[in-house]
């Protein structure tokens, strides 16, 4: 199979999920271990996926779909919500950056949208 030459930023990529991931999940007040409990995930898998970063034990900061959609429904919002619009160029990251605060908003307005299911208790102590 030849490699495809396409100039991407995954790494760039990874980090919007990671920030919409963790945006969300502060707007609806839930902690990152009860996140982490309704979606069969340990805490540091969350927080790897909100760093977008990965760890010695293997666990990833580049969610599966799968998982991406199982934080989606559990923080009820469309999956659409935390996934960065466009195609990751190499000038992702800097356009990304600049265009935080309107996806921030974005962001706010879809949990405005939808309530959060019963199965997730938010938390007084968010980080």
């Known amino acids: 199979m030849s490699e495809t030459h396409l100039d991407l930023d995954w790494s760039a990529y990874a980090e919007e ?3 919409r991931v963790a945006a969300v999940r502060r707007l609806r007040k ?3 271990t ?4 309704v979606v069969g995930l340990s805490r540091s898998h969350l927080q ?6 990965s760890s010695g ?3 990833d900061g580049n969610p599966s779909i799968r998982k991406l959609v199982e934080i ?3 923080l009820a919002v469309p999956v659409t919500v935390l996934l960065p619009q466009g195609v990751p160029q190499a000038e992702y990251r800097v356009i990304g950056e600049r265009l935080w605060p309107g996806i921030d908003s974005e962001v706010a307005n879809a949990v405005g949208q939808h309530p959060l299911p019963p199965q997730v208790r938010p938390s007084a102590r968010i980080s």
């Open 17 to 19: 999920i990671g920030r």
């Open 30 to 32: 839930v902690s990152q």
């Open 34 to 37: 009860e996140l982490a409990n």
């Open 48 to 53: 790897n996926i909100e760093r977008s970063r």
């Open 57 to 59: 034990e293997g666990s």
């Open 72 to 74: 989606a429904q559990a």
